[in-house]
């Protein structure tokens, strides 16, 4: 015999809980009639034009606040940069090159070498370089010698 029949034949198969008679038929009754009186919710008043217009009102005016916003950005972004379709970058050199500025260096294709070749090739001293280029360089830096590059190999020696 098992352990479990063993239990059964001792205890029995009863639980020992009993549910009374017409319990679930009146749980219904006893709760609600246990529970407060609820509240009638209270009736709406009759809104003005302003209150139920108001909320379109103020979603309009966040779009156009918007919508400003970014016209404003648009505008600022278009006017320091000032490339556009009607004024390319060919436009704005012919541009510069007639008010008296050399606009080669600024689209030149050469390396920031064969640039200081150039330069350092065109002058002897800095005393040339202040001159032609209107500076005036501290005492410190005054007594440096700029001689000619010499290079070997494409590597300056």
Do not use: C
Request: hydrophobic residues 35%.
């Amino acid at each position: 015999m098992r352990q479990e029949d063993k239990l059964k034949e001792k205890y029995g198969t009863d639980p020992g809980f009993r549910v009374p008679d017409g319990y679930f038929e009146e749980l219904n009754v006893r709760i609600m009639s246990n529970l407060p009186s609820y509240p009638e919710a209270p009736r709406s008043e009759n809104l003005t034009a302003w209150q139920r217009v108001k909320p379109y009102v103020y979603l309009a005016a966040m779009f156009a606040g918007i919508w400003l916003m970014m016209n404003m950005f648009h505008h600022m972004s278009m006017s320091s940069s000032s490339l556009n379709l009607e004024n390319p970058p060919e436009a704005l050199v012919q541009l510069a090159e007639s008010a008296g500025y050399d606009m080669s260096p600024v689209f030149s294709m050469e390396s920031d070498y064969d640039l200081e070749h150039e330069v350092s090739g065109n002058y002897d001293s800095i005393d040339d370089f202040e001159t032609d280029f209107g500076y005036e360089l501290s005492p410190q830096y005054s007594s440096i010698e700029v001689g000619r590059l010499h290079v070997k190999e494409g590597n300056p020696v």
